[in-house]
């Protein structure tokens, strides 16, 4: 059987085809009068007049080659010579659609005794015919200017010539309601052939028939909602009424802002003009939202998703499954919806589950859902909101705006080389050094590859650093501070904190906390540290703050700096390198060849065990060294004007058992258990 399509020529918005009457006119008589025009396709034409042959039922046409006549159910038409096309005018017909009532609606039952109307059809024995018959409907006008009341008609021309043999030669069967055609609440309906079905305004029913046929409401007057899933009558929108659709696959919207949802068919839904809503439900469907700015749903299948001109969005509210969609892949890509293919869309909104989301080189808006989601906006300046549940999200480059929403929430740096800053107490703009940007609702940060600097705020933080040498500072809270690889540098701030430095030689700093710091190195539990109390592990090296630390190494290889306040420095097992900097400080090198450098103050040194060096600088005021063992440990003078012993010895004075060098300025050295001849060997000269 040959395709059949349904044109329908005019668009006036209130006169459309279609509708079924059931009421006493026969349809062989309604036709009386009405004109037949035979177009041959060697150009002659025949021109022919209809004729009611009883008062009930039958009727027909006839002339010299080709004869028409109709009965209850079907046209017989009989073409001796090759017929290009036959047109049909009700104009001049005696009845065509008359009545007495001020209502529109005679709708019942169709011709052939159903309650399925059809614009045109083919009986099923024709099936050998092959190629395309088109059926074009033009002139469809109220006689009476009344659209309630008073006769309509239309002209109906059959077009053969994409027959296989260029036109009809033979017989042929077929059948339509273009005799009791109404204005407003059509039924349209063809069975046969790929179809496209207007409606138009009033209660509607199109019923596609077989093939794969489509609503069309591109000339709505008004938004529309159309869901082809749902049986029986649906409010359509004000300017349409109530429709009922029958076996439509695909969807064509209006100009205005529609909701246009497909079933579990394959369907091709085009929202055209306005911001639409589109769902494809199952089935492999085709969403195009046209122009305007459109939210697109695939559902499950293997969907095509094309947002067109405008800003458009993907969405996968609604839906429980994961989703995995990314903005910058033009082909297929599995989804967790179906292998899908998204074109032109620019924003994206996750679902219920565990999500990930990624953008393009475009400014992209991507919202998460309900669950845990991962968002990534790769360039271009993106607004990220993560929404409800635990997400992580990475601006990538640009001045983006990055805001968690509800539940305890990531920024991530991962797989960046870019060394990165972020302050999570700054909630304005600032440079992260990936774009100036937005950080809003976000409780932890994750580090990069570069050497970056993160701080948190005064919640609760857990902040890991990536691969390079990264600064960390907790601030207020009860934070969690990982390192992760590179040599690091920790600071828990105020609150009860865990600092793990992880792999590389890591730091705990206290530099600018005025508070007095207590830290053992050598305590893998819980200590009180005199900003909280603290967990410390795989950390190698201390430096102190302002107030008077008392700082201890490990049985590992320690370096501990104090701060600007009188601290206390023990440096336990392992070769350690302690310095006292600013302040009276105590030092203490415990096991191990050790270096200890008082630094500015008048400072108590004590080497221990081991062949230890003691460090003396100009500048270094009044120090004591309490354990020196001649030709076992080494006294490093630096920045003074003294080249060798001799010339030290010229500062040189003992006092009981000690010698005193005196160098002026202040600066005096008192070195216990040791005279000046035996420290010929033991000074260095830097």
Do not use: C
């Not at 030290?648 to 005279?675: K, M, Q």
């Amino acid at each position: 059987m040959p395709s059949i399509d349904i044109v329908r020529v005019d668009d006036n918005p209130y006169e459309t085809i279609g509708g079924i009457r059931e009421d006493t006119a026969s349809r062989g008589v309604d036709l009386e009068g009405a004109q037949i025009t035979a177009v041959y396709a060697d150009g002659s034409v025949e021109n022919l007049r209809w004729h009611a042959l009883d008062a009930y039922t039958y009727g027909g046409a006839t002339g010299t080659s080709v004869d028409m006549s109709f009965g209850f159910d079907w046209h017989e038409l009989a073409a001796t010579k090759l017929l290009a096309s036959l047109q049909i005018n009700l104009q001049p017909a005696n009845s065509v659609f008359d009545t007495t009532l001020d209502s529109d609606d005679q709708s019942g039952g169709s011709t052939p005794g159903s309650l399925s109307g059809f614009p045109f059809r083919l009986a099923p024995e024709y099936e050998e015919i092959a190629g395309n018959l088109i059926a074009n409907y033009s002139g469809i006008v109220s006689i009476s200017g009344n659209e309630a009341v008073g006769d309509i008609y239309t002209t109906m021309v059959i077009d053969f010539t994409n027959l296989s043999a260029g036109g009809l030669l033979g017989d042929l069967r077929w059948n339509s309601d273009i005799d009791t055609m109404r204005v407003s609440g059509d039924l349209v309906s063809s069975n046969q052939g790929n179809d496209t079905l207007v409606g138009g305004a009033g209660n509607d029913t199109l019923d596609g028939g077989h093939g794969t046929d489509t609503a069309d409401y591109l000339s709505a007057q008004g938004n529309v909602l159309v869901n082809l899933s749902m049986v029986g009558s649906q409010d359509v929108g004000a300017s349409q009424g109530r429709d009922t659709l029958i076996s439509i696959e695909n969807l064509m919207g209006s100009r205005f802002n529609d909701i246009l949802i497909g079933s579990a068919d394959a369907n091709v839904v085009v929202g055209n003009e306005g911001d639409d809503r589109i769902n494809g439900l199952a089935g492999n469907d085709v969403l195009e939202g046209g122009l305007g700015d459109d939210t697109l749903a695939g559902g499950l299948g293997n969907d095509t998703l094309d947002g067109g001109v405008g800003v458009d969005w993907a969405t996968f509210m609604g839906e429980s499954r994961a989703a995995r969609l990314d903005l910058s892949i033009t082909g297929p890509q599995a989804t967790g919806h179906g292998v899908d293919v998204v074109r032109n869309i620019e924003n994206i909104h996750g679902g219920a589950s565990n999500d990930l989301l990624l953008g393009n080189a475009g400014a992209n808006v991507i919202r998460g859902g309900y669950g845990a989601d991962t968002i990534h906006g790769r360039y271009g300046h993106d607004l990220l909101q993560g929404n409800a549940g635990d997400d992580i999200l990475n601006g990538g480059f640009g001045n983006d705006s990055l805001d968690g929403g509800v539940g305890v929430d990531w920024v991530t740096f991962m797989g960046e080389t870019r060394a990165a800053r972020l302050d999570l107490a700054v909630t304005g703009s600032q440079a992260t050094g990936h774009g100036v940007d937005v950080i809003r609702n976000i409780e932890n940060i994750h580090g990069g590859a570069g050497n970056d600097h993160l701080l948190g705020n005064a919640g609760a933080n857990l902040i890991r650093g990536g691969y390079g040498a990264d600064t960390i500072h907790g601030r207020y809270g009860h934070d969690l501070l990982q390192g992760n690889a590179g040599d690091d540098i920790l600071n828990g701030g105020f609150g009860n904190d865990s600092l793990d430095g992880s792999v590389g030689v890591d730091w705990v700093t206290f530099m600018g906390e005025t508070r007095a710091a207590r830290l053992d190195l050598a305590v893998t539990g819980s200590q009180a540290t005199g900003h909280g109390v603290d967990v410390i592990r795989n950390i190698e090296n201390i430096h102190g703050g302002a107030g008077n630390d008392h700082l201890l190494g490990n049985a590992g290889a320690n370096l501990i700096r104090g701060g600007y306040g009188a601290d206390t420095i023990y440096g336990r097992y392992g070769h350690d390198l302690l310095q006292g900097n600013v302040g009276n400080d105590i030092l203490a090198g415990g096991f191990g060849n050790d270096t200890l450098d008082g630094g500015v103050g008048n400072d108590r040194i004590r080497g221990g065990a081991g062949a230890d060096t003691f460090v003396f600088r100009s500048g270094s005021d009044h120090d004591v060294i309490l354990d020196f063992q001649d030709d076992i440990d080494t006294i490093q003078l630096l920045d003074f004007e003294v080249a060798n012993f001799a010339q030290a010895r010229t500062y040189a004075s003992e006092s009981g058992s000690a010698v005193v060098l005196d160098f002026g300025h202040g600066d005096v050295l008192i070195i216990h258990n040791t005279t000046i001849n035996a420290l010929g060997n033991d000074l260095v000269f830097v």
